[in-house]
């Protein structure tokens, strides 16, 4: 009881000295003058930006309960602020009380006040994913306001408890409903709790509807859209494309293959012999690939790649559009041997976004339909009514034999291959990378690692792309975090 007088005695005295001070400006100042008998003073206690949901319309954003306490510059409120706040908290309230108006704020408890009035409000766990939405939807659609009537001097009545008013707004959607399935989200963030600077997507195999985004760090920098080095998983477009167009041939890998004046090779100098699409996918035999590529072409090789969507845009959201990376033009490699060439096992001048690469992944694992990556699937109003986001039809690029060709080849990366560590209830399917970045730190290359994969691989369900930035192998840094999301999803 001492210690509530004591701080109770050092605020009022604070709050009498300042309301001298304010009483002696307001008299000798028409500042605070109103031209009607009174008028009022508008404090705002919530301002709700658009609620974003997922798809079984469960709250992304808006999602976590808060209190905000109101505090009028009175005797009584001023004795209960010490059943709500710190002494620290105190002094900062008093502080702002002394400027004679009311103040709201945040509270973490509660507590049976009598004059101090407290509101439960909503506030926003602020993932990688709400923010990277949140640069389009994050327009303010709903204010309340509590009013508290002042006389002709700008000063409060005495006695008045403040009047509460809401407002919604009429030009903007209450919320949007994203195509995010919370649980598939939740089970990637514990997956991949310990990367430190990477990305992962998660998509449904038929639809490319995006049913996770995860980010690390959870800073300004959406990693799942950003571009990077693609490398040996890009080898599973080759395939399809090869496929496609009946060429499977074999090949001897001597460890290197020279195109004019370069020599390639493949990783860590390994010879693997004779090979056939099957065992060098397995083995990643960079020397086949560029050999495979040679026989394609340009043309076709370039014609396979765009139409999965390499180089292009992807509108992630109605109107924000992101670049999918970059491909050598057509031009480029008919050129060049050599670029052709790293193409053919994904390096070069070729970039990727995680998320195109997911969307290329869908097209490549199904039934060979590419569909543009869906985030959005509509609006909500304040009624509860959605309203459908339009897309882009699907488009025809390989047959849905030749899918089901490349499945087989996945999986044999998996069961066979430098997949191994992705394996669950032996049914995945998909495509280690290690790939060059052409940074350098501390005189170490960095490399960016991926995993790209399917499950189950006889009939998707979902593919997964894991990234990884500064990694070490695509097999010990993605594959485990891949493995694990689908023990929890499936």
Same mark, same amino acid.
């Given at each position: 009881?001492?210690?509530?007088?004591?701080? !109770?005695?050092?605020?009022?005295?604070?709050?009498?000295?300042?309301?001298?001070?304010?009483?002696?400006?307001?008299?000798?100042?028409?500042?605070?003058?109103?031209?009607?008998?009174?008028?009022?003073?508008?404090?705002?206690?919530?301002?709700?930006?658009? &609620?974003?949901?997922?798809?079984?319309?469960?709250?992304?954003?808006?999602?976590?309960?808060?209190?905000?306490?109101?505090?009028?510059?009175? &005797?009584?409120?001023?004795?209960?602020?010490? +059943?709500?706040?710190?002494?620290?908290?105190?002094?900062?309230? %008093?502080?702002? !009380?002394?400027?004679?108006?009311?103040?709201?704020?945040?509270?973490? @408890?509660?507590?049976?006040?009598?004059?101090?009035?407290?509101?439960?409000?909503?506030?926003?766990?602020?993932?990688?994913?709400?923010?990277?939405?949140?640069?389009?939807?994050?327009?303010?659609?709903?204010?309340?306001?509590? /009013?508290?009537?002042?006389?002709?001097?700008?000063?409060?009545?005495?006695? /008045?408890?403040?009047?509460? %008013?809401?407002?919604?707004?009429?030009?903007?959607?209450?919320?949007?409903?994203?195509?995010?399935? =919370?649980?598939?989200? /939740?089970?990637?963030?514990?997956?991949?709790?310990?990367?430190?600077?990477?990305?992962?997507?998660?998509?449904?195999?038929?639809?490319?509807?995006?049913?996770?985004?995860?980010?690390?760090?959870?800073?300004?920098?959406?990693?799942? %859209?950003?571009?990077? %080095?693609?490398?040996?998983?890009?080898?599973?477009?080759?395939?399809?494309?090869?496929?496609?167009?009946?060429?499977?041939?074999?090949?001897?890998?001597?460890? =290197?293959?020279?195109?004019?004046?370069?020599?390639?090779?493949?990783?860590?100098?390994?010879?693997?012999?004779?090979?056939? +699409?099957?065992?060098?996918?397995?083995?990643?035999?960079?020397?086949?690939?560029?050999?495979?590529?040679?026989?394609?072409?340009?043309?076709?090789?370039?014609?396979?790649? @765009?139409?999965?969507?390499?180089?292009?845009?992807?509108?992630? +959201?109605?109107?924000?559009?992101?670049?999918?990376?970059?491909?050598?033009?057509?031009?480029?490699?008919?050129?060049?041997?050599?670029?052709?060439? !790293?193409?053919?096992?994904?390096?070069?001048?070729?970039?990727?976004?995680?998320?195109?690469?997911?969307?290329?992944?869908?097209?490549?694992?199904?039934?060979?339909?590419?569909?543009?990556?869906?985030?959005?699937?509509?609006?909500?109003?304040?009624?509860?009514?959605?309203?459908?986001?339009?897309?882009?039809?699907?488009?025809?690029?390989?047959?849905?034999?030749?899918?089901?060709?490349?499945?087989?080849?996945?999986?044999?990366?998996?069961?066979?291959?430098?997949?191994?560590?992705?394996?669950?209830?032996?049914?995945?399917?998909?495509?280690?990378?290690?790939?060059? =970045?052409?940074?350098?730190?501390?005189?170490?290359?960095?490399?960016?690692?991926?995993?790209?994969?399917?499950?189950?691989?006889?009939?998707?369900?979902?593919?997964?792309?894991?990234?990884?930035?500064?990694?070490?192998?695509?097999?010990?840094?993605?594959?485990?975090?891949?493995?694990?999301?689908?023990?929890?999803? =499936?």
């Amino acid at each position: 009881m001492p210690k509530r007088i004591g701080v !109770l005695a050092l605020a009022l005295s604070f709050l009498f000295t300042a309301a001298l001070a304010r009483t002696a400006y307001v008299s000798l100042s028409g500042n605070y003058t109103v031209s009607s008998g009174y008028n009022s003073y508008a404090l705002n206690i919530e301002n709700r930006k658009q &609620t974003l949901f997922d798809c079984n319309m469960k709250r992304l954003s808006n999602n976590i309960n808060s209190l905000t306490a109101v505090i009028r510059p009175t &005797t009584e409120c001023l004795s209960e602020l010490d +059943m709500l706040f710190s002494q620290r908290e105190i002094a900062e309230i %008093t502080k702002e !009380l002394s400027k004679g108006y009311p103040v709201a704020v945040q509270t973490e @408890r509660y507590a049976p006040c009598k004059y101090i009035r407290i509101f439960e409000n909503k506030k926003t766990d602020e993932t990688a994913l709400v923010k990277f939405v949140r640069r389009i939807y994050n327009k303010t659609v709903y204010t309340k306001k509590i /009013n508290f009537a002042v006389d002709a001097k700008s000063r409060l009545l005495e006695g /008045n408890a403040g009047e509460i %008013t809401e407002e919604y707004s009429d030009t903007q959607p209450a919320g949007v409903v994203l195509t995010i399935d =919370s649980d598939i989200q /939740n089970a990637v963030e514990e997956a991949a709790k310990y990367m430190k600077k990477g990305a992962v997507a998660v998509m449904d195999a038929e639809s490319a509807q995006i049913l996770a985004l995860y980010s690390a760090p959870n800073d300004n920098m959406f990693r799942p %859209t950003l571009e990077y %080095t693609v490398g040996s998983v890009f080898k599973l477009v080759v395939c399809a494309c090869a496929i496609e167009k009946g060429i499977e041939p074999l090949f001897e890998c001597e460890g =290197s293959f020279t195109v004019g004046d370069t020599d390639f090779s493949c990783q860590h100098g390994a010879v693997h012999g004779k090979q056939d +699409m099957k065992t060098a996918l397995a083995n990643s035999c960079n020397c086949y690939f560029i050999q495979l590529a040679l026989e394609i072409g340009a043309d076709d090789l370039y014609d396979t790649a @765009r139409a999965l969507g390499f180089g292009g845009k992807t509108e992630i +959201m109605p109107g924000y559009v992101v670049d999918n990376g970059n491909l050598p033009s057509k031009d480029t490699l008919q050129a060049s041997k050599g670029q052709l060439s !790293l193409l053919g096992f994904g390096q070069g001048l070729l970039t990727s976004t995680p998320l195109q690469m997911c969307a290329a992944l869908c097209a490549l694992s199904s039934d060979g339909l590419y569909s543009e990556p869906k985030l959005v699937a509509g609006t909500v109003d304040f009624d509860g009514n959605v309203d459908s986001a339009a897309y882009s039809p699907s488009s025809r690029i390989l047959k849905p034999s030749t899918c089901k060709k490349l499945r087989e080849l996945m999986r044999f990366v998996v069961s066979d291959g430098t997949g191994a560590a992705a394996d669950y209830n032996s049914a995945s399917g998909g495509k280690t990378s290690t790939a060059q =970045s052409g940074i350098y730190k501390d005189g170490r290359e960095v490399l960016n690692t991926w995993f790209a994969g399917i499950y189950p691989y006889d009939d998707p369900q979902y593919c997964i792309v894991v990234m990884t930035e500064d990694g070490s192998s695509g097999a010990g840094d993605c594959c485990p975090v891949f493995r694990t999301i689908v023990e929890n999803i =499936s």
